[in-house]
């Protein structure tokens, strides 16, 4: 976002604080920039935070999701938004304006809420479509095809690139037809505490890709990494366990592998992130980093197997 956009959001920031809680502090130092990324620049000040989201937005897509944000069967589960709506005419990216919980500690991994995480993403999915609203496919199969979509336009190193490819290929066409409510970009930065309860518990946030779908594609980032070695096994059986135990659908409670479940997305989340990681990489003249060596290593064990994602023995 350019710096005048910028302000310019900022000041909305401030003005939707002012209309939360007329108290609220002024100071400059109260105004944060917290996120300013092709798919949506983040504001906060004070205890509210304003979304610029990402150019060409559905708009009638996004209302929906932010309605389904502040429906009461899922308050402790989804942040509801303000009711602030806030319009911005020199702006044309939806706006919207959220209270601030505090995020998950990158620090900190050995207090990650993998538990909470996996029980609120079980009560998610069992949640019922709302009938008086017109729920939006999921977006996460779709961000997986963009991601390799951006990939091939990048000057990336062919060899990768290709590796990236043949275990895009080894997927199949079209997505599981399993119309259940997903937050379809499921990872521990989408946690905050809640700010309107006391003691704080985890909700999830950032509704841009909710809809419906199948529930495994938000279980296939965790279930990637560990496939790739990077989420240890314990984490991983922590995580899923707590899924099972709370009654999540994505996966048969009673299967004693559930990778037939898991496997397509987890492979597809593979791909997005290694495409990623070279598109990025190449736009920033950078070498890759330990993390997306090791995803371009999995797509070429992908790639090579054709069948299903190579992975660790389950714990």
Known sequence: MEPAELEQLSALARSAAHLADPACPCAPEATTVLADRDDGTVVRHGAVVVK???PGTDVPAHRTRIAVAGLRELDGVLLPPH?????DPHNPRPLTVWPYGTP????DPDAAPWEDAARLLAR????PAPGHLSVPPMRAPVKAALAVERMRRSRAPRPAVE???RAWRTLPEGPADRPLLCHGDFHLGQLVRDPRVPGAPWVLIDVDDLGLGDPAWDLARPAAWFAAGILPPDVWSRFLDAYREAGGPAVDAHAPDPWSQLDVPAR???VQ???LALAKSTAERRPLDEVEEVMIDTCARIG???TELARPASP
């Open 304 to 306: 090579s197997l054709r």
């Open 163 to 165: 590796t990236v490819l």
């Open 124 to 127: 998610l999915h069992r949640t």
């Open 83 to 87: 009711p602030h709506h806030l319009h």
């Open 52 to 54: 610029a989201h990402a």
């Open 104 to 107: 998950v500690d990158p620090a």
């Open 268 to 270: 597809a989340l593979t």
């Open 273 to 275: 992130t290694a495409a």
